[in-house]
């Protein structure tokens, strides 16, 4: 699948970067440093390359931006899955340790899998 098919619009993830950039006043070196991301990586995105997941990742945080906004599918849902959401704001709890993090995880995965509502298959 090529990336227009996938529907990620780098060139405009690239132009939002560059307009935090800017309104930072930053340099593109100081950029490289607080997010730690390459400069040959910045430097490829300036040319109409994509960022691999991990730059990608490191930018969207670094900008406060939602990568997902600069894809465009056509069966794109509006909101994240209730599990989804449940388990990253628990990996994002600063009141729990990693383990304990994991362990809810662990138990609400699974009464969410023994409660949740079947939905019909849908031609799969």
Do not use: C
Request: no cysteine; hydrophobic share 40%.
């Amino acid at each position: 699948m090529s990336d227009t098919e996938k529907g990620f619009d780098a060139e405009a993830f690239y132009d939002a970067i560059a307009t935090t950039v800017e309104a930072r006043d930053l340099t593109w070196k100081q950029v490289s440093k607080e997010t730690g991301v390459s400069p040959s990586t910045l430097t490829r995105m300036a040319q109409g390359r994509r960022p691999d997941a991990a730059s990608l990742a490191a930018l969207s945080a670094w900008a406060a931006i939602n990568p997902a906004d600069f894809v465009d599918l056509p069966k794109k849902h509006k909101k994240p899955e209730s599990l989804t959401a449940i388990l990253a704001l628990l990996r994002a709890d600063t009141n729990l340790k990693p383990d304990a993090a994991q362990a809810m995880q662990a138990i609400i995965k699974t009464a969410y899998e023994q409660f949740r509502t079947k939905r019909p298959e849908s031609g799969k």
